[in-house]
């Protein structure tokens, strides 16, 4: 995985996580309006992010949720698998 | 249903070639107090509670504790994964290596094998969050020793975020636990009072 490729899965992952712990906190704190409303922010970004990612890269996703490119290739099945993948450093 | 991201929560990483390190670390994977056995707790608990907040977040904590199981099984694997076999025997973890290779397989870390005895489903709502808040403890301290252990920067680092989650968890389902005490305390009985069901 090159190195442009990595930083941008990498921002992902950061708004992946804004996400879980907002929706985490919405979990016990249903009514809580600031925190719907920064989860909807971030959900918003990160879907975008995603579909940008996904346009190039292909999906991050299986089972019809992930987004479609044009490969003519199943490319769900594209190595590196998230275990394989190397985060060098600088 | 589950739905699987092909995509790490956190960048798990490792610096060094390290089996020894491996064989504690292993211990989050298949050990009593990891991921395995948090996941499943919860997900099995969900089902009996009596309210949406404890479904919801017994689910979604139960899903973020399989995206460490996945940190967890990374970390296992890329620091095994390069190493030689005088290496494998001189980290003590050729009695592991005869049965599984370098794969990855839910032991502790002294290869005990993961049991369903190390989680409890009481069917309580009460019982079942305060072992829930116990097994954040104890993965809480577990990551704290592994962190003493490692000698490897990286790894460290990973630790560090695992082990800020278990806080945070241990956070949510105290929460939990108050919105439950509160679903109890309303009176939902509603007595006749003076009526004698024996009276003629």
Redesign the interface.
């Known amino acids: 995985m090159d190195r442009k490729q990595m930083d941008r ?2 921002h ?2 950061e708004l ?2 804004v996400a ?2 907002l ?3 919405l ?4 009514y809580d309006r600031r925190a719907l409303q920064d989860f909807r922010a971030v959900s918003q970004e990160l879907m975008m992010a995603k579909s940008a990612y996904e346009a190039e890269y292909g ?5 019809g ?1 992930g987004g479609t490119s044009s490969s003519p290739s199943w490319e ?1 099945i594209n190595d590196p ?3 394989e ?1 190397n ?1 060098r450093r600088g | 249903m589950w ?11 490792v610096r060094t070639c390290n089996p020894r390190l491996a064989k504690a670390v292993i211990t989050q994977y298949g050990g009593p107090d990891g991921e395995l056995g948090a996941s499943l707790r919860y997900l099995t608990q969900r089902y009996t509670m009596p309210i ?2 404890a479904k ?2 017994l689910t ?2 139960g899903t ?1 504790e399989l995206a460490h199981l ?1 940190i967890v ?2 970390l296992v ?2 620091l095994i994964k390069d190493a030689s076999i005088n290496d494998i025997i001189r980290a003590g973890m050729d009695t592991y290596y005869a049965d599984h290779d370098k794969a990855l397989y839910f032991v502790n870390a002294s290869g005990v094998p993961w049991v369903a005895a190390y989680i409890q489903s009481k069917g309580d709502p009460i019982t079942d969050i305060t072992e829930d808040m116990a097994a954040e403890q104890k993965a809480r301290s577990t990551y704290e020793y592994l962190m003493q252990l490692s000698d490897d920067p990286d790894v460290t680092d990973t630790l560090r975020f695992l082990w800020q989650r278990e806080i ?2 241990f956070q ?1 389902f105290g ?2 636990l108050n ?1 439950l005490e509160d679903h109890y305390s309303h009176q939902r009985v509603f007595e006749m009072r003076g009526w004698d069901p024996t009276a003629r």
């Open positions: 899965l990498r992902l992952m992946e996580f879980i712990e929706n985490l906190f979990d016990t704190h249903p999906p991050l996703l299986n089972f949720l769900w698998w998230p275990w993948i985060w | 739905v699987y991201q092909k995509m790490l929560e956190y960048p798990a990483r949406p907040e919801a977040a979604d904590i973020e996945e099984a990374t694997y890329n945070v968890h949510r929460e939990v919105l």
